[in-house]
Each structure stands twice: as structure tokens, then as C-alpha cells.
């Protein structure tokens, strides 16, 4: 009786180190992580390699926490913190060579405001998305398979927005970010979430008031083809404009 007594006693001790040894999600780091990888967004076009070796490592980081490896998971985020930061730092002291090509173009005397010429002919003749119509329908927007940008021929569909947004000055919409399947439910929520920021700063730029916009992340869980083929994630890759008043 003693000596089971005893086994148990260290089978106890056993778990209870290998527990201990597991730790615990590096919350702290992760913040760290993602708030420097957000601020290191703004330079991201004049040292795009290591941005995306950044973002890369920042996905990394975030399996490893949903496969409990804390340890790898902290030693990401630190690594992604420190790549971030030298990017951001990069950005602050050399802003002229991080300007985009619009930005570059005229000098500066580009203000960001929507231009008429931004409209497709198609999108002007369709009277469902006119932006002088109160009742306009919203287009959707998006993206490709783990990404975030705003895809070339999007862009249009959120000036429209913007042109929308200026006509009708009281009203506030919702973004809402979305993603496939593929990937856990943290990462796609963390994805879609991008997905709606990534077009309210577009809405931003054009002058619109942050104030009027909002943005959600359902990640994979509204899917609006439940097939799972190429055709049917891409559909689901989306940021859609809803009315909150």
C-alpha cells in the first residue's frame, strides 16, 4: 500500500512539473507583437521584405500559441516585436523614400480626396451603386488567400464608398472582416479584423471621419458559400459595408 502510495505521489509531482514547465500564453509579448507590427505598417512599402518576414513570424507565433508551444510562441512575438520596431524606426527617419507613388505624384498636391476618375464607366451607368442614392447598394470587398490588402481593382468600390459616405455626412456604417476556412479561429478572426481596418484606413484617407466608421471581425464563422474549393474561399475572403444607422 505504501509503495502505490508513494508511485502516485510521484506521478503527482511528474505532472505537476511538466505543467509548470508548459507556462503560461505570453500575453504580454503578444501585445507587444501586434502593436508594434501595426505601427511598423506605415513603412511597410519601403522595406516590404522585412514587413513580410515580420508578418510571416507574426503567424508563426500565433500557431504556436494555438498549439499550446508557449515557449516558441515567445520567442516569435519577441522577434516580431524587434523586426517591427526597426521597421517603424527606419519609416521615422527616412519618410521621403517611404512615400508611396501617390503620394510622390504631384509633388504632394494630391489631398487624398476621392477622384471622379477613380469611378468605372460600368459602376456610373448602374444606378444601384450611385452614390448620390441614399438606398446605394454596398459592393463587397476582397482579398487574397492570407492577405489583407485591398485587391487593385477593389479600390473603385471603396471610393464609391467614400463619395457615399461624403453625400450623406450623418451616417455611420459597419465593416465587417471576414475569412475562409483554412487557419484557426483566433488567427481568422485576427485576419478579418485586419481586413476591416485595412478598408476603414482606406475610407480615412479619402477624408471620411473615423468617428462614422466601425468595424467587426466574424473570422470564418458567416460564410456565404459553405463549399470548400477555391471558388467558394474567395468568395468568403470579404469585407462587407453594413448601415448602423
Not at 26 to 35: G, I, S, T, V, Y
Not at 88 to 102: G, I, L, W
Not at 135 to 156: C, G, S
Request: net charge negative.
Amino acid at each position: 500500500m505504501k509503495q502505490i502510495f508513494n508511485f502516485c505521489a510521484v506521478a503527482v509531482f511528474v505532472f505537476t512539473v511538466l505543467c509548470s514547465c508548459a507556462g503560461n500564453p505570453p500575453k504580454d509579448e503578444r501585445e507587444l507583437a501586434e502593436k508594434a507590427f501595426a505601427d511598423a505598417e506605415a513603412g511597410k512599402d519601403c522595406d516590404r521584405e522585412n514587413y513580410l518576414a515580420a508578418e510571416e513570424l507574426l503567424n508563426q507565433a500565433r500557431e504556436e500559441v494555438n498549439n499550446k508551444n508557449y515557449d516558441k510562441a515567445k520567442e516569435l512575438f519577441n522577434a516580431v516585436k524587434e523586426k517591427s520596431d526597426a521597421i517603424a524606426k527606419y519609416y521615422r527617419e527616412h519618410p521621403d523614400e517611404c512615400m508611396t507613388e501617390k503620394d510622390k505624384k504631384g509633388n504632394g498636391e494630391d489631398d487624398g480626396s476621392i477622384k471622379e476618375e477613380n469611378i468605372t464607366s460600368n459602376d456610373a451607368a448602374d444606378p444601384s451603386v450611385d452614390p448620390k442614392n441614399p438606398e446605394m447598394d454596398f459592393q463587397i470587398i476582397h482579398f487574397e488567400y492570407n492577405q489583407y490588402a485591398v485587391l487593385e481593382e477593389d479600390l473603385p468600390k471603396i471610393d464609391i464608398m467614400a463619395q457615399w459616405m461624403m453625400n450623406f455626412p450623418e451616417r455611420v456604417v459597419r465593416i465587417e472582416g471576414h475569412a475562409d476556412e483554412r487557419g484557426s479561429n483566433d488567427y481568422n478572426l485576427s485576419l478579418g479584423e485586419k481586413r476591416a481596418m485595412e478598408v476603414k484606413n482606406k475610407l480615412i484617407q479619402a477624408g471620411i471621419d473615423s468617428a462614422r466608421i466601425k468595424i467587426v471581425s466574424y473570422g470564418e464563422e458567416r460564410p456565404v458559400d459553405p463549399a470548400s474549393n477555391e471558388e467558394a474561399w474567395f468568395k468568403n475572403r470579404r469585407a462587407e459595408f453594413k448601415r448602423e444607422n
